[in-house]
């Protein structure tokens, strides 16, 4: 199936700064899930959205739910050397139709 | 935390033998599913199964083969494995309550 689309692939940064990070589809969905994933590990679930222009928050991680249904935000304030990792999106219309963003590798200099 | 484990996490072995990972939760929950993951594709889904002795094909499941025989088990099995089947496999299982769809810890696989 088409994944989705995820932007930036990467990111470098600085500790202390803000970092946003999306996935767009041209499908709907009725869930949208995002999760980080360290290497050699599998993906922990960070934050889920379940209706249009949801805006949820998970201590410095914060992730809307787009209006259109077709696009999802993560942004994560005040960035810290543990944030370091993979990110990524998966948005779910039901509970066999499920796509993935390919991730964003996001890096933090301390 | 879904209760997944995957066994064996690693497994190096050579074209042509047969392979099985399992996947065992702990969570009661009725759907899990198969995927590996590859740089550049992401998760891609191998096969699925909404209960007891019920499983679908994904988009990658030439190849593979799965069986549930108790909804605490989901294994996946490589008849005769390939180099293009090393992989980073994931299982996972679905809570249908929240929606939230959740990950073991992976299950490397070099086929040589």
């Known amino acids: 199936g088409q994944q989705l689309n995820q932007s930036p692939q990467s990111m470098f940064i600085q500790e202390g700064e803000d970092v946003s990070m999306n996935c767009t589809s041209s499908s709907i969905f009725n869930t949208w899930l995002w999760y980080k994933q360290d290497p050699g590990e599998g993906p922990v679930l960070l934050i889920a959205l379940y209706k249009a222009g949801e805006l949820t928050s998970n201590g410095r991680l914060t992730a809307q739910f787009g209006i259109t249904r077709k696009d999802s935000f993560l942004n994560i304030s005040a960035s810290i050397p543990s944030d370091v990792g993979i990110y990524f999106c998966a948005g779910l219309y039901n509970n066999n139709d499920m796509r993935f963003g390919a991730g964003t590798r996001l890096t933090v200099k301390p | 935390d879904a209760g997944i484990t995957q066994s064996p996490r690693h497994k190096v072995t050579e074209t042509g033998t047969p392979v099985t990972l399992r996947c065992h939760q702990t969570e009661n929950h009725r759907y899990m599913y198969w995927y590996r993951q590859d740089p550049g594709h992401g998760l891609r889904l191998i096969h699925y199964?909404?209960?007891?002795?019920?499983?679908d094909k994904g988009e990658v499941s030439d190849g593979y083969s799965v069986s549930r025989s108790k909804t605490e088990d989901f294994l996946l099995t490589l008849e005769s494995a390939t180099s293009s089947q090393t992989s980073v496999y994931f299982c996972?299982?679905?809570?249908?309550?929240?929606?939230?769809?959740?990950f073991g810890e992976g299950s490397r696989l070099t086929v040589l």
């Open positions: 996972a299982t679905y809570r249908e309550e929240k929606g939230e769809l959740f």
């Open positions: 199964s909404y209960g007891v002795k019920d499983t």
